[in-house]
Nanobody, 118 residues
């Protein structure tokens, strides 16, 4: 089954930018709806951005206009460009995949920590 590995997290000041990457192996991402979620301690994991295999994207209201999700099928990867970061964006960010053949299946990476702090 597909495996997902996130990278790109780190410490950034408010107003700064980070680019997260999710590299998939074991399957091609064109077979999946791809998404980024985030989670903070004591809170449920929330959807940040989702993109179809055709490139149609949707975003959480809190990140609209600041975050962009994209696919790079040649590299079997998805990215999340995060601009104008706010302290409330601090979370562990997870790459997720749902196969078009079985939308009930949810596959996760291990996550990458994003900390936005002055």
């Amino acid at each position: 089954q597909v495996q997902l590995v996130e990278s790109g997290g780190g410490l950034v000041q408010p107003g700064g930018s980070l680019r997260l990457s999710c590299v998939a192996s074991g399957d091609i991402i064109s077979a999946y709806i791809m998404a980024w979620h985030r989670q903070v301690p004591g809170k449920e994991r929330e959807l940040v951005a989702i993109v179809s295999r055709g490139g149609s994207a949707n975003y959480a209201e809190s990140v609209k206009g600041r975050f962009t999700i994209s696919r790079d099928n040649a590299k079997n990867a998805v990215h999340l460009q995060m601009n104008s970061l706010k302290p409330e964006d601090t979370a562990v960010y997870y790459c997720g995949a749902n196969p078009y053949t079985d939308f009930g299946v949810q596959i996760w990476g291990e996550g990458t920590l994003v900390t936005v702090s002055s």
